[in-house]
């Protein structure tokens, strides 16, 4: 069975400072995808990395795929209250079906 | 102009009825999913339709029932509902290839009680 973590669970910074989050797994992906959710509405995609090693910047946003394809970092700098949030990573796994992960619920004070 | 739209987007009912939710999507795609959201918020999948065909079927109690009339619609019925069915319930739709971009409705919030 595929699974992905994501790490941690919660974060909870303020405003300006740096984050890093996590999604790891023990199996091979094709592609991972980062989605971003906000309450009362459903998933949107933030990127899709593909090539071991892929580096994709988004703005402030900096997404990494690792070099062997099973793990995922999101490096979020000078965090915005905006960027709150809960961050999915989603793994293309066999049968086309995307494996998700649990979500890291983050939080960015004022 | 929403890309994929299902409704209602709030649902309060009692125990042992019968519900449905619907969902549309206008983007063209021939995969329909429907997706499970508990209050932890873990997304999980409950099915996945690829032009009215059911090519995903999680271990889904039997009461609930997709139904896609055809590739640009995916409707859930629910039978005899229980509390533990109360979850945040998504469509989403893509196309059918490794890492095709899902695109999700807003959600239905199902409150048993």
């Known amino acids: 069975t595929q699974l992905l973590e994501q790490s941690p669970q919660f974060l909870s910074i303020q405003e300006g400072e740096n984050l890093t989050v996590y999604c790891n797994s023990s199996s091979v992906f094709s592609s991972l995808q980062w989605y971003r959710q906000e309450p009362g509405e459903g998933p949107v995609l933030l990127v899709t990395?593909?090539?071991g090693g892929e580096v994709k910047k988004l703005k402030r946003l900096t997404f990494q795929f690792g070099d062997a394809r099973k793990d995922s970092s999101l490096h979020i700098t000078a965090a915005q209250t905006g960027d709150t949030g809960l961050y999915l990573c989603a793994g293309a796994g066999s049968n086309y079906q995307l494996i998700w992960g649990a979500g890291t619920k983050l939080i960015i004070k004022p | 102009d929403t890309a994929v739209s299902q409704t209602p987007k709030y649902l309060v009912t009692q125990m042992g009825n019968d519900k449905s939710i619907k969902c549309e999507q206008n983007l063209g795609h021939d995969t329909m999913y429907w997706y499970k959201q508990d209050s932890k918020k873990f997304l999980k999948i409950m099915f996945s339709?690829?032009?009215?065909?059911?090519?995903i079927n999680e271990t889904v109690p039997n009461r609930f029932s997709p139904k896609s009339p055809d590739k640009a619609h995916l409707n859930l019925h629910i039978n005899s509902l229980e509390l533990g069915d109360s979850a945040v319930y998504f469509c989403?739709?893509?196309?059918?290839?490794?890492?095709?971009?899902?695109?999700f409705g807003q959600g239905t919030r199902l409150t048993v009680v």
């Open positions: 990395v593909v090539t």
């Open positions: 339709y690829n032009n009215k065909e059911l090519i």
């Open positions: 989403a739709s893509s196309h059918l290839f490794q890492g095709a971009e899902a695109f």
